[in-house]
């Protein structure tokens, strides 16, 4: 059972010390100068892990931009509005200036740290990176080029260079196995891993997130890398091993540590988010067992009701985000063990060798996911819209009979639907009501960075900055 802590508890720990020195009246006890890397390395798994997975409009649209979910009153995000909220201001917000400033703080103090040892210090440093990595390809999916060799600067100065996308993926991959040894080399996790939110300091965890992150990302870049294939087949037989190895964070069951979700579907008090037609069309079609959990006020037939993307409804009138996301302790996830299985399906389809069938993966990815959510399987694999022989002699490519399950499968995790259907340009997407385009293929740069890193900015991607331009392994 992975850790469960309290975030409070930390909190106190740093805030608690004070002294009746008058100097420190010039000091701002809110903003202590010595925190422990623990604290910064817990605080940042939090920070991310909440940017995952909030729904909250000022900061992240994906779960809209997936068309999961579409909007009721309020339509402008389900058509792919940005810039009046700033909300591609807010990922580089929540990205940088909270994740990536607490991670390399983080680092700094273990480099420092002389009781430390040399053993300890590389576990606990290859903890960090494999945060900084998913965070970084998570900012290249979103935007393609993005500050990487320069990224601190982006907290002094303001004005860091942009690296390529594709550069930068390249050298995910090389810190990935070099974090691998470093996790394998005997030391321990320490004081970070008893402050780790996700793994609770188990090394042997952290390193199928890493092999499983190595697959990833060679399968993000298979159509333009030809080097992919022998990164996923070194990483494949030591990636996430089954759902007790999922990289999941347990939000508590009361503020200020829930889950975003539960902040923006029952505390807020709004009623903003209804099933999208796109999502119930597919899964009404195959009759998804997930439907009912997924959602809830189904028709009485048991379909979910949904509403056309971005056309605005009344909330009661289509089928709402199911009681188990207004959970406030319902864990998120950073990669699982479905995920992992998707991968290999789409691997094997690719002729590669990673371990069992194009179907047998593929049917153990859904059969997670309909564990994972509590679903009963039944015969949904026996499905004609669902059995992956079927559609082959039906006349359905791979891709688009693994993206569509794939994307169904990760349903709480948008910024990966979104993903999904940019790689494989598959399930079908609607046009949005009022934008009359499907959805975009990234987010473009804040007028903020422009305002104050314009000369960078306007460099990067080629000098181009459309929502419709594609990230680098996006190519279909």
């Not at 069992?356 to 694999?381: C, H, K, R």
Request: with cysteine; glycine share 6%.
């Amino acid at each position: 059972m992975k850790n469960k802590l309290i975030y409070t508890a930390l909190i106190a720990f740093v805030f608690a010390s004070c002294t009746k020195d008058i100097t420190d009246l010039n000091t701002n006890t809110k903003a202590p100068e010595n925190v422990p890397a623990a604290m910064l390395f817990a605080n940042a798994q939090k920070d991310l892990v909440y940017y995952m997975a909030s729904p909250n409009v000022n900061t992240n649209t994906l779960r809209l931009w997936s068309q999961h979910w579409t909007q009721t009153t309020y339509i402008d995000e389900s058509n792919y509005e940005l810039t009046e909220r700033n909300i591609n201001g807010r990922v580089f917000n929540s990205l940088y200036a909270d994740v990536l400033r607490d991670l390399s703080d983080a680092r700094a103090i273990i480099a420092e740290d002389e009781v430390i040892s040399a053993a300890d210090a590389k576990v606990q440093t290859a903890m960090i990176s494999l945060i900084e990595i998913y965070t970084y390809h998570v900012l290249v999916d979103i935007f393609n080029d993005v500050p990487y060799t320069e990224a601190v600067m982006l907290l002094e100065e303001l004005t860091p260079g942009f690296d390529n996308g594709a550069d930068i993926y390249a050298d995910l991959q090389t810190r990935l196995t070099a974090a691998i040894a470093d996790l394998n080399a005997g030391g321990s996790s320490g004081e970070l891993g008893a402050s780790d939110l996700i793994y609770g300091g188990d090394v042997s965890l952290w390193t199928e997130f890493a092999q499983s992150m190595r697959l990833k990302l060679a399968l993000r870049t298979a159509d333009v890398n030809t080097g992919s294939q022998a990164i996923a087949e070194a990483a494949a037989s030591g990636a996430l091993s089954s759902s007790g190895s999922n990289a999941t964070l347990y939000f508590e069951s009361a503020p200020p540590n829930t889950n975003p979700l539960w902040e923006d579907l029952v505390q807020s008090g709004r009623t903003d988010f209804i099933a999208s037609q796109t999502l119930s069309n597919v899964m009404n079609t195959t009759k998804d067992p997930r439907r009912g959990i997924y959602f809830r006020a189904l028709d009485s037939l048991g379909n979910v009701v949904g509403n056309p993307h971005g056309s605005g409804g009344a909330y009661n009138n289509f089928s709402q985000p199911g009681d188990i996301l207004e959970d406030p302790s319902f864990p998120a996830s950073l990669i699982t063990y479905d995920e992992v299985m998707f991968l290999k399906a789409e691997a094997a389809a690719r002729g590669w060798a990673v371990g069992g069938t194009v179907q047998s993966n593929y049917d153990d990815a859904i059969a997670e996911s309909m564990s994972l959510w509590g679903a009963d399987l039944d015969t949904f694999l026996a499905d004609p819209n669902v059995n992956y022989d079927v559609q082959i002699a039906a006349g359905k490519t791979w891709k688009e009979i693994i993206a569509t399950q794939k994307w169904v499968a990760m349903y709480d995790r948008g910024f990966e639907a979104w993903s999904t259907w940019r790689l494989y340009d598959a399930p079908q997407m609607e046009e949005a009501a009022e934008a009359g385009t499907v959805p975009p293929t990234r987010y473009n740069y804040s007028v903020d960075e422009y305002s104050v890193n314009g000369t960078a900015a306007s460099a990067a991607n080629g000098g181009s900055d459309k929502v419709t331009d594609k990230v680098f392994w996006d190519v279909n």
